[in-house]
Nanobody, 125 residues
C-alpha cells in the first residue's frame, strides 16, 4: 500500500527528492515516516509527520538538510534531501502508522503498520 520512489546516485553535496504514495483500499494513518538502513547498520528514523496536524520530527543527523512534506489529496509524502553526504547512503523506506505516536515512539519500527519497499540512495564522495 506504500510505494517509495526517487532514489538514485548523487554526488556529495547534491540533492534528491523521494516520494511515497499510499494506494489501495481506504488508508488511514496518523503518522507517516521515512526510515533508512545503511549497509551493516540498523534501520533508523529519518523523520516523521503527523498527518492531521502537519507537525514534523527530524532526526538530528538530518535537521536543516532534509525536509518532509505531504500532499493530502494525493496521499503522498515527500522527502527533499539537500547537502547530501556519503553517510546518507542507505535504502530509504516510508512507513505509516494507524495510531497516533508520541515523539519517543516514532523511532520504533514496531509502531508502524505499513511499509514501502525501499529505494536506494547512494551518495558518492
Amino acid at each position: 500500500q506504500l510505494q517509495a520512489s526517487g532514489g538514485g546516485l548523487v554526488q556529495d553535496g547534491g540533492s534528491l527528492r523521494l516520494s511515497c504514495v499510499a494506494s489501495g483500499r481506504t488508508f488511514s494513518r496518523s503518522v507517516m515516516a521515512w526510515f533508512r538502513q545503511a549497509p551493516g547498520k540498523d534501520r533508523e528514523l529519518v523523520g516523521a509527520i503527523r498527518w492531521s496536524s502537519g507537525s514534523i520530527y527530524y532526526a538530528d543527523s538530518v535537521k536543516g538538510r532534509f525536509t518532509i512534506s505531504r500532499d493530502n489529496g494525493k496521499r503522498m509524502m515527500d522527502l527533499q534531501m539537500n547537502s547530501l553526504k556519503p553517510e546518507d547512503t542507505a535504502v530509504y523506506y516510508c512507513a505509516a502508522a494507524d495510531a497516533p505516536l508520541i515523539v519517543s515512539t516514532m523511532r520504533l519500527q514496531s509502531a508502524y503498520n505499513y511499509w514501502g519497499q525501499g529505494t536506494l540512495v547512494t551518495v558518492s564522495s
